[in-house]
């Protein structure tokens, strides 16, 4: 498990979301760009949770989002963790935000965080393919198999092509092929005294 748990900050980051600022499209997006934050046109249309009790304190949340990626792209990842819980404190409904800090653990190989952020990203965003698609990797690492299945058809049930369509349907694929791997597998013969 922990060879494998290794490799998961790489391929997060080369598995990962959209660049920077640029609205969510298949030319736009690709495997190489890590974090996301929000289509500009979705931040005004977003209602503030009631938490929020002033502009301030969205403006604070957008700053401390904004300080979280810098971070996150130089490769402090404490203080991006601290960026980040910073953000969600002051707007928890964001799904990028916990996206993102999810990721972030991700490459700290602290697995039950990322899952546990990814998790909550996809209940805030049904929808949101990447978290889907990261959440079944996190499950596949941590041999969580039948999990991961519902986990990367629903990331492909939300991407009709690009990269993470094909990236779910290979691992979907690798997926099944380990749980027949399993099944095949003679169960160990009890020893006699």
């Known amino acids: 498990m922990a060879d494998r748990s290794l490799i998961l900050g790489t391929t997060l980051v080369l598995m990962s979301g959209v660049l920077l600022g640029v609205p969510l499209s298949a030319a736009d997006s690709g495997p190489d760009r890590p974090f996301q934050r929000p289509p500009p046109s979705t931040v005004a249309s977003q209602p503030l949770p009631r938490q929020i009790?002033?502009?301030?304190?969205?403006?604070e949340a957008e700053r401390q989002f904004e300080e979280g990626l810098r971070h996150a792209f130089g490769h402090d990842l404490a203080q991006a963790v601290g960026a980040f819980h910073t953000a969600i404190a002051l707007n928890p409904t964001n799904p990028f935000f916990h996206y993102n800090l999810g990721?972030?653990?991700?490459?700290?190989?602290?697995?039950?965080?990322a899952m546990a952020e990814m998790r909550t990203t996809v209940s805030l965003k049904?929808?949101?393919?990447?978290?889907?698609?990261?959440?079944?990797?996190?499950?596949?690492?941590?041999?969580?198999y039948?999990?991961?299945?519902?986990?990367?058809?629903?990331?492909?049930?939300?991407?009709?092509?690009?990269?993470?369509?094909?990236?779910?349907r290979q691992r979907l694929d690798h997926v099944r092929d380990v749980l027949r791997a399993k099944q095949d597998v003679p169960s160990p013969q009890p020893l006699d005294p």
């Open 126 to 144: 049904p929808n949101f393919t990447p978290a889907h698609f990261r959440l079944g990797f996190l499950l596949e690492l941590t041999d969580r």
């Open 53 to 59: 009790d002033s502009p301030l304190d969205q403006n």
């Open 146 to 168: 039948d999990e991961a299945l519902r986990e990367y058809t629903l990331a492909m049930a939300g991407a009709d092509s690009g990269w993470e369509h094909a990236a779910a």
């Open 103 to 113: 990721l972030v653990y991700g490459m700290q190989h602290r697995l039950d965080s």
